[in-house]
């Protein structure tokens, strides 16, 4: 592969990679992290790199300017950038290139961002190291590229510290801060998972016009395959500290070769059409990479595997155009004969689970639900401010139901699920529950005790509340972890020692102790590759169907919603905006704001991404404490008039059909 890239275009790559390998070397175990990587990346071209946790993407990443944690190590291979090797060179020469020639921008701008730090400190110093420039210079310079990214008021907004800013806000500085020393290279580390999709949105249309208007080059590591198409131009993807395909984004989404690339592209749950059967997953797991691989690494879980696959590791090899695809079979599980057997299938579906009896009426009815917080100056001449998070809210469920809540951040969302936990109080209104309710968080692992092994964090909650013997509750605790899915034999280990989708299974399976009626899942596959989600969002399918369960279902992954929910509450500013079912809503939405939100849900299709008029959603969400006259929305609303500006719209039925707040479709 090291001509890689020089066929299609003339010009000298900026980044080179070759046989890259990167190990993370313990006292009894090795984790080959990086297996052997090579790439090419062009000036100003955007390579997106993906594959499931585990597959080395951000190890490969980090190794290219030697940021690897300890105990990781650079073993072997070549970078070059512009010509430079940077494998084997002084920490004080790669501090020269790191945030001038190379930019980064991370997950989680929080944990990057010095909380006690204003933000013109934080961007000031390093321009000013990089660039060689003056004070009053640099801080124009940090303002200029604050404008440029998005920041309104710029010029004071620059003294602000990162925890008075948004989560949409706090990644844009990331942004402008990995550019602000016109780096020739970023890496894009996972940028927007956090994010709502309406500034998912903005964020990658920010990133694709500065490297087209600037000419740097990107390296953009996900797992969202719909950001993908639409902003990539060449994809690699990776399993097992390899890449096992890569080619032009229009050539992998057209035609994947790779078995494994194929899985991916089928799991994807749809945001429009009907919903049909269950979604498709990829069996199994991920290779342990504590393991040496004898053979290819994908042939546990590959349904086209045959004896070839477990004796010999397949190289990348060319298929059409730029495409290459490290597989024995030219077209993977599209092959209409595989050596030494007949031809396989993917076989996904599984046999639908018996339905349980649901009782007649709501399970769960919340009316006239307000949550008002009261906010202290820190200033003692300044008047306290009042932020009403929930402002009278209206939703009922039936047994066996689920509602999907969607918004952005700061719409309440989180505020109206701690109200129905008991965990606030609401300030007027009512919640009636038929029966109890649990929670299943976003992230499990914090919600663990990580010194407490599974079948004891399975039991926690009947053990609390003095649910049973220890005989009866060890029967229940091995009735919950088969019900989820999952072996006995995993009772014995401890959080640390499973996935992340092994772990949320157990988060499923310890809020079932207690036979809930009401189920609240909160962001529970945000953080979850595309194929892991599939299998969580099938379990809660099954568990629903299965034992009659009411899920609320908070998200910011409208296709996640969009396949679960049986209805849809969209919420803005802390009130419904548009309610009812979710086939009406999603294939038909009347309220500006939900075509907004759904508009921006990217789609995994490079040509119809190509063809979409999107219009992305400008602005960020108001603050509450001081919310706009009239309808919320007006200051964002394409529609708005001036009606919109003095009078509140409320929610009234929408053709028989949902309920809609809004005077254009009123």
Same mark, same amino acid.
């Given at each position: 592969?090291?001509?890689?890239?020089?066929?299609?275009?003339?010009?000298?790559?900026?980044?080179?990679?070759?046989?890259?390998?990167?190990?993370?070397?313990?006292?009894?175990?090795?984790?080959?992290?990086?297996?052997?990587?090579?790439?090419?990346?062009? /000036?100003?071209?955007?390579?997106?790199?993906?594959?499931?946790?585990?597959?080395?993407?951000?190890?490969?990443?980090?190794?290219?300017?030697?940021?690897?944690?300890?105990?990781?190590?650079?073993?072997?291979?070549?970078?070059?950038?512009?010509?430079?090797?940077?494998?084997?060179?002084?920490?004080?020469?790669?501090?020269?290139?790191?945030?001038?020639?190379?930019?980064?921008?991370?997950?989680?701008?929080?944990?990057?961002?010095?909380?006690?730090?204003?933000?013109?400190?934080?961007?000031?110093?390093?321009?000013?190291?990089?660039?060689?420039?003056?004070?009053?210079?640099?801080?124009?310079?940090?303002?200029?590229?604050?404008?440029?990214?998005?920041?309104?008021?710029?010029?004071?907004?620059?003294?602000?510290?990162?925890?008075?800013?948004?989560?949409?806000?706090?990644?844009?500085?990331?942004?402008?801060?990995?550019?602000?020393?016109?780096?020739?290279?970023?890496?894009?580390?996972?940028?927007?998972?956090?994010?709502?999709?309406?500034?998912?949105?903005?964020?990658?249309?920010?990133?694709?016009?500065?490297?087209?208007?600037?000419?740097?080059?990107?390296?953009?590591?996900?797992?969202?395959?719909?950001?993908?198409?639409?902003?990539?131009?060449?994809?690699?993807?990776?399993?097992?500290?390899?890449?096992?395909?890569?080619?032009?984004?229009?050539?992998?989404?057209?035609?994947?070769?790779?078995?494994?690339? *194929?899985?991916?592209?089928?799991?994807?749950?749809?945001?429009?059409?009907?919903?049909?059967?269950?979604?498709?997953?990829?069996?199994?797991?991920?290779?342990?990479?504590?393991?040496?691989?004898?053979?290819?690494?994908?042939?546990?879980?590959?349904?086209?595997?045959?004896?070839?696959?477990?004796?010999?590791?397949?190289?990348?090899?060319?298929? $059409?155009?730029? *495409?290459?695809?490290?597989?024995?079979?030219?077209?993977?599980?599209?092959?209409?004969?595989?050596?030494? *057997?007949?031809?396989?299938?993917?076989?996904?579906?599984?046999?639908?689970?018996?339905?349980?009896?649901?009782?007649?009426?709501?399970?769960?009815?919340?009316?006239?639900?307000?949550?008002?917080?009261?906010?202290?100056?820190?200033?003692?001449?300044?008047?306290?401010?009042?932020?009403?998070?929930?402002?009278?809210?209206?939703?009922?469920?039936?047994?066996?139901?689920?509602?999907?809540?969607?918004? $952005?951040?700061?719409?309440?969302?989180?505020?109206?699920?701690?109200?129905?936990?008991?965990?606030?109080?609401?300030?007027?209104?009512?919640?009636?529950?038929?029966?109890?309710?649990?929670?299943?968080?976003?992230?499990?692992?914090?919600?663990?005790?990580?010194?407490?092994?599974?079948?004891?964090?399975?039991?926690?909650?009947?053990?609390?509340?003095?649910?049973?013997?220890?005989?009866?509750?060890?029967?229940?605790?091995?009735?919950?972890?088969?019900?989820?899915?999952?072996?006995?034999?995993?009772?014995?280990?401890?959080?640390?020692?499973?996935?992340?989708?092994?772990?949320?299974?157990?988060?499923?399976?310890?809020?079932?102790?207690?036979?809930?009626?009401?189920?609240?899942?909160?962001?529970?596959?945000?953080?979850?590759?595309?194929?892991?989600?599939? *299998?969580?969002?099938?379990?809660?399918?099954?568990?629903?169907?299965?034992?009659?369960?009411?899920?609320?279902?908070?998200?910011?992954?409208?296709?996640?919603?969009?396949?679960?929910?049986?209805?849809?509450?969209?919420?803005?500013?802390?009130?419904?905006?548009?309610?009812?079912?979710?086939?009406?809503?999603?294939?038909?939405?009347?309220?500006?704001?939900?075509?907004?939100?759904?508009?921006?849900?990217?789609?995994?299709?490079?040509?119809?991404?190509?063809?979409?008029?999107?219009?992305?959603?400008?602005?960020?969400?108001?603050?509450?404490?001081?919310?706009?006259?009239?309808?919320?929305?007006?200051?964002?609303?394409?529609?708005?008039?001036?009606? /919109?500006?003095? /009078?509140?719209?409320?929610?009234?039925?929408?053709?028989?059909?949902?309920?809609?707040?809004?005077?254009?479709?009123?």
């Amino acid at each position: 592969m090291s001509d890689m890239g020089t066929n299609l275009v003339s010009t000298e790559p900026i980044l080179q990679v070759r046989d890259l390998h990167t190990h993370f070397i313990g006292d009894k175990v090795t984790v080959r992290a990086v297996n052997g990587v090579s790439f090419d990346l062009q /000036c100003g071209e955007r390579l997106a790199i993906v594959g499931e946790s585990g597959s080395g993407k951000s190890a490969m990443a980090m190794s290219l300017i030697q940021l690897i944690a300890y105990p990781g190590k650079i073993v072997s291979g070549s970078v070059r950038l512009e010509g430079t090797e940077l494998i084997g060179m002084r920490e004080n020469e790669l501090n020269k290139i790191r945030g001038k020639a190379v930019g980064t921008i991370f997950q989680d701008p929080m944990s990057s961002l010095d909380p006690v730090m204003r933000i013109s400190d934080q961007m000031i110093t390093p321009i000013r190291k990089h660039l060689n420039i003056g004070l009053k210079e640099a801080r124009l310079l940090a303002i200029d590229w604050l404008s440029r990214v998005g920041i309104p008021e710029a010029h004071t907004r620059i003294d602000s510290y990162p925890f008075e800013m948004s989560g949409g806000m706090r990644q844009r500085i990331m942004i402008a801060m990995a550019l602000s020393c016109n780096p020739r290279l970023i890496l894009a580390d996972e940028p927007t998972t956090a994010l709502d999709v309406t500034i998912q949105a903005q964020i990658v249309e920010l990133l694709k016009n500065l490297t087209e208007t600037t000419g740097t080059a990107m390296m953009f590591i996900t797992h969202d395959l719909g950001l993908v198409a639409r902003f990539a131009q060449k994809v690699a993807v990776m399993y097992a500290g390899k890449m096992v395909e890569y080619g032009t984004v229009e050539e992998l989404f057209a035609h994947p070769k790779h078995p494994y690339t *194929q899985s991916l592209l089928m799991t994807i749950p749809k945001v429009s059409g009907e919903r049909s059967g269950r979604l498709l997953h990829i069996e199994g797991f991920p290779h342990d990479m504590r393991n040496a691989i004898v053979g290819c690494s994908f042939k546990e879980r590959c349904p086209a595997a045959f004896s070839r696959c477990y004796e010999e590791s397949p190289s990348l090899m060319e298929r $059409e155009g730029s *495409q290459r695809s490290a597989c024995f079979l030219p077209a993977g599980l599209n092959l209409g004969a595989i050596p030494e *057997q007949e031809p396989v299938k993917l076989q996904v579906l599984s046999t639908p689970v018996a339905q349980a009896v649901r009782p007649l009426g709501n399970v769960l009815e919340i009316k006239e639900l307000h949550k008002h917080f009261k906010k202290e100056s820190v200033l003692p001449w300044r008047p306290s401010t009042q932020i009403k998070a929930v402002n009278g809210i209206n939703i009922s469920l039936e047994y066996g139901e689920t509602i999907g809540i969607v918004g $952005e951040s700061g719409c309440g969302k989180s505020s109206t699920a701690r109200m129905l936990l008991g965990l606030d109080a609401p300030t007027s209104g009512s919640i009636d529950i038929q029966g109890n309710i649990q929670i299943v968080f976003q992230d499990p692992y914090s919600s663990f005790n990580p010194k407490m092994k599974i079948k004891d964090i399975i039991a926690e909650p009947l053990v609390v509340r003095g649910v049973g013997t220890v005989e009866s509750r060890r029967g229940k605790v091995l009735e919950l972890i088969g019900k989820v899915g999952l072996e006995a034999s995993y009772l014995d280990r401890y959080p640390s020692e499973l996935s992340g989708g092994q772990r949320q299974r157990i988060g499923v399976a310890r809020a079932l102790a207690l036979n809930p009626s009401v189920v609240v899942a909160d962001e529970p596959t945000s953080a979850l590759d595309v194929s892991v989600r599939a *299998q969580i969002i099938n379990l809660l399918c099954d568990l629903k169907e299965e034992m009659g369960l009411s899920f609320v279902f908070i998200s910011h992954d409208l296709s996640t919603v969009r396949y679960i929910s049986d209805k849809i509450a969209v919420m803005y500013l802390g009130e419904i905006v548009e309610y009812g079912s979710a086939e009406e809503i999603f294939n038909h939405p009347a309220h500006p704001y939900t075509k907004a939100l759904l508009a921006a849900v990217p789609v995994p299709d490079p040509v119809v991404e190509a063809g979409r008029n999107i219009k992305i959603l400008a602005g960020e969400l108001p603050s509450p404490a001081n919310p706009p006259l009239g309808c919320a929305f007006h200051s964002r609303c394409p529609l708005v008039t001036e009606h /919109c500006v003095s /009078c509140k719209p409320t929610l009234v039925d929408y053709l028989d059909k949902r309920q809609v707040a809004c005077h254009a479709v009123s």
